[in-house]
């Protein structure tokens, strides 16, 4: 088990500055999100049990779940995230302002699920102007977390301050709380890793302990963390479980959605770090063929742009 005593101090250094990444990984984080996405939405709110029960083990894009989705159709993990992505670029950055605006008018536009904390801080926000929320200990989702890797992509390579200030402009609109700030940041930080091709086990060792070390709720052991929950410390443990005990994309989303619970957020935080681990060509083919087209196409592009904003450019 992580243990703050038995840690050896981590500061989360960044990447050289020319550390270009790695062909094929920033595409296979944002297209391994939305599959990861696509897959969990259907056993959403389910206990591991009734997964078994119902599918044996859930291994397909079917859609249906309690949002009677369609094969292959993502939730607000991904829909957020492509709305982060293109203020993103239209700023020229993370900036807090374009961040909200960009969130207000995607709740507007009615998306298939909104969390209640995202929808209660967008609504506070429509009210004062200030895309800041209050700090609430209350907070502590993981719904800042979801949406976090077109800050990871655009902040590639660029100073630790500068990347930990993109993180919170954007988390802060809706989860203002240390606890999904440190989620937030630590996946920023191990996509960075996995991006430049740093050893996968390494990383997540490094970052668990960094994580862990600054904040002993996220502690976890072998015991698996099964039904978790949207709670953002329960949703890391999953992830970091699923990750570290396996070897492969496939294996990895399988391990971590058939958890249950709010299993379309943690598969599509999951299948970021496995698609930045393994690349496109790690995602089964037969998951990229029933994703949602359209989306499939925007995550790729989003990919490449944000990338290219941090002065990375990856081969298409």
């Known amino acids: 088990m992580f243990r703050p005593g038995d840690l050896i101090a981590h500061r989360l250094t960044v990447l050289p500055e020319k550390a270009a990444p790695l062909p094929g990984k920033a595409a296979g984080a944002y297209l391994g999100l939305a599959v990861g996405d696509a897959l969990g939405a259907t056993v959403e709110f389910l206990t591991p049990n009734e997964i078994r029960h ?23 993990d991904t829909t957020m ?28 536009a009615r998306p298939v699920d909104v969390g209640n904390t995202v929808r209660r801080n967008l609504i506070r926000f429509r009210g004062t102007g200030n895309p800041q929320a209050t700090v609430c200990e209350h907070d502590a989702g993981n719904g800042a977390a979801m949406r ?47 991006l430049a091709g740093r050893d996968a086990a390494d990383a997540f060792q490094r970052r668990a302990e960094a994580l862990v070390g600054a904040y002993p709720a996220f502690a976890f052991d072998k015991k698996r963390r099964e039904n978790p929950s949207g709670y953002v410390v329960e949703t890391m443990q999953a992830v970091f479980q699923g990750s570290v005990s396996t070897s492969s994309f496939e294996d990895c989303l399988l391990d971590v959605v058939n958890r249950g619970g709010d299993a379309d957020t943690t598969g599509a ?37 944000l990338l290219a904003l941090a002065g990375f450019g990856e081969p298409a």
């Open 54 to 76: 119902q599918y044996g083990v859930h291994r397909d894009l079917t859609g249906g779940g309690w949002l009677r989705l369609k094969a292959g159709q993502v939730t607000d």
């Open 81 to 108: 995230s492509l709305a982060l992505g293109r203020a993103i670029l239209a700023a020229g950055g993370v900036r807090a302002q374009a961040a909200a605006d960009a969130f207000d008018a995607w709740m507007r």
């Open 148 to 194: 976090v890797l077109p800050v990871a992509l655009a902040c590639y390579g660029q100073p630790e301050e500068k990347i930990i200030a993109a993180s919170r402009a954007q988390a802060h609109v809706t989860h203002h709380n240390a606890l999904s700030d440190a989620a937030c940041e630590t996946l920023v930080f191990v996509v960075h890793d996995l």
């Open 269 to 305: 935080i999951a299948g970021m770090l496995a698609g930045a681990r393994y690349g496109v060509e790690g995602i089964p083919r037969r998951w990229l063929r029933a994703l949602d087209g359209k989306i499939a196409a925007q995550c790729s592009e989003q990919a490449h742009a």
